[in-house]
DNA sequence: ATATAAGTTAAAGAATACTTTAAGTCAATA
DNA sequence: TATTGACTTAAAGTATTCTTTAACTTATAT
């Protein structure tokens, strides 16, 4: 079973245009053509599409993906090079993970200012607050 | 006590023309100038420089934390206005943090996947493998 | 057989976020 | 005062990831 390129892009949620993009990019020389020159997706390039997704959606720039794809096209001699590539992009994202988690803190507090400011009608009123009207948590984002 | 644009760059660890670049845009409206026309970064700034690249590492566009940065010009009357726009970045970064959790799961497996090859000595290998031999917690990601 | 929808390519365009360049000014030190 | 390093701006350039356009072809349905 076989889908069109315009198929393929409704199942994966994507652009047509973007899998022509990533065909053009060498991201996809698994893809076979029909006699006409039709892009035939099997179930398989799928699959390897939602690990493209994967590896876009978590920062990795095409190029890192193409040399992926590449090392599985040289198969078992790059089997080293692709769990390297792999195992560095899991620390990449760990990190990615507690960044956003930092992050989320901040937006915490702004959040709890505002609340905070909106009960009072104003901003002012925030900084004339003590230090033990601000939970805990929060306390790290105050200014001296 | 005051930056120029090249301490304050250095404190932040930016390039000194991503700052020109953030005024430029509209977003650093409270930096005053010098009577020669120089930045003058005060370490509020620097908080606000802060806050600026929370929202720019968590996607937030310049033209939506410039928005942000105009609610705080315009002062109390867009409390509301700025309180919503947090709490919808907010819920924008749980989001993330769930994706970025489900994409790692599917890295981790395609580390154990090369791991597995890898002392096999080949990827054939594993497509041999019975599910049994699968971990529980990668068993979603095998096609059938 | 023919019309039509969807496929193909190359090339140009778009959006975002900066960086670099060029020409000139400011401010601190010798 | 003169030099020097860092500042200023506007404008052009860069990188990335697609999207759009134009001209043409393929495949399907009548």
Redesign the interface.
Known sequence: MFYTVGEAAKMLKVAPSALRYYDKEGLLPFVERSGGGIRMFK??DL?WL??IG?LK??GMPIKGIKQFIECTIKG?ET??E??GI??A??EN??K??E???A??E???Y??WY??T??RA????AIEQLSADDVPEKYKKFL?K
Not at 121 to 124: K, L, Q
Request: glycine fraction near 2%; include cysteine; charged fraction near 30%.
């Open positions: 179930e398989n699959e939602k690990l994967c959606a978590t078992d089997i080293d692709r769990l792999l195992k992009q899991r994202v760990v990615q993970i960044q956003l988690k992050h989320l901040m937006i915490d702004k959040v505002y609340q400011a909106q009608g104003s901003t002012a200014k």
